[in-house]
T-cell receptor, first 116, second 111 residues
Framework: NAGVTQTPKFQVLKTGQSMTLQCAQD?????MSWYRQDPGMGLRLIHY???????DQGEVPNGYNVSRSTTEDFPLRLLSAAPSQTSVYFC???????????????FGQGTRLTVV | GQSLEQPSEVTAVEGAIVQINCTYQ??????LSWYQQHDGGAPTFLSY????GLEETGRFSSFLSRSDSYGYLLLQELQMKDSASYFC????????????FGTGTLLAVQP
């Protein structure tokens, strides 16, 4: 079991460039999400998905796109990178957690993105 | 919407007990979780409370009061390796079911 695999680990982009952060999980989790983490701001939800073909916006969605064509994969796209998107990005997956069931989220190792 | 508040920093000494509080506001609620994150690492799950009361897992305990929209994480017999950031998180109920995190509490354990 690989868990949640996130690539790349480090990336430097120039302003205006585009890129895709990859996230894959092998636990058959319905719920997948992307967070960004900035100093003093905690983990802020960018986009999330409750299943293949279903995505929704989180707290800070502007400048990011997602899609969920399979249960396993949930890529995050930056269409035109800006310095404000310099951050550490985490992908996470879990069961949906309806009905009060335990909903432990498993995280990837993070992508440290710098936009210059 | 959903929001969670927790103290930004807490300092304690080895062997002591520390409590990290979390208050939340949410339009729906399934449960309150706690995560630990060491510097440079990924968050890892510590505990989950869906019902009122105390859950104990080794040196760590977590408490929830749904009527007060309040919970806390209790760390006993503190060790240097417990120095980390601790986040409370809420899974909202209803169709969205999104997982929202607090801003985190940085715990510094001193010798």
């Amino acid at each position: 079991n690989a868990g949640v695999t996130q690539t790349p680990k480090f990336q430097v982009l120039k302003t205006g460039q585009s890129m895709t952060l990859q996230c894959a999980q092998d636990m058959n989790h319905e719920y997948m999400s992307w967070y960004r983490q900035d100093p003093g701001m905690g983990l802020r939800l960018i986009h999330y998905s409750v299943g293949a073909g279903i995505t929704d916006q989180g707290e800070v969605p502007n400048g990011y796109n997602v899609s969920r064509s399979t249960t396993e994969d949930f890529p995050l796209r930056l269409l035109s990178a800006a310095p404000s998107q310099t951050s550490v990005y985490f992908c996470a997956s879990s069961y949906s957690g309806t009905g009060g069931l335990n909903t432990e989220a498993f995280f990837g190792q993070g992508t440290r993105l710098t936009v210059v | 919407g959903q929001s969670l508040e927790q103290p930004s920093e807490v300092t304690a000494v080895e062997g002591a007990i520390v409590q990290i509080n979390c208050t939340y506001q949410t339009s729906g609620f399934y449960g309150l979780s706690w995560y630990q994150q060491h510097d440079g690492g990924a968050p890892t799950f510590l505990s989950y409370n869906a019902l009122d009361g105390l859950e104990e897992t080794g040196r760590f305990s977590s408490f929830l009061s749904r009527s007060d929209s309040y919970g806390y994480l209790l760390l006993q017999e503190l060790q240097m390796k417990d120095s980390a950031s601790y986040f409370c998180a809420v899974r909202g109920g209803g169709a969205t079911n999104k997982l929202i995190f607090g801003t985190g509490t940085l715990l510094a354990v001193q010798p």
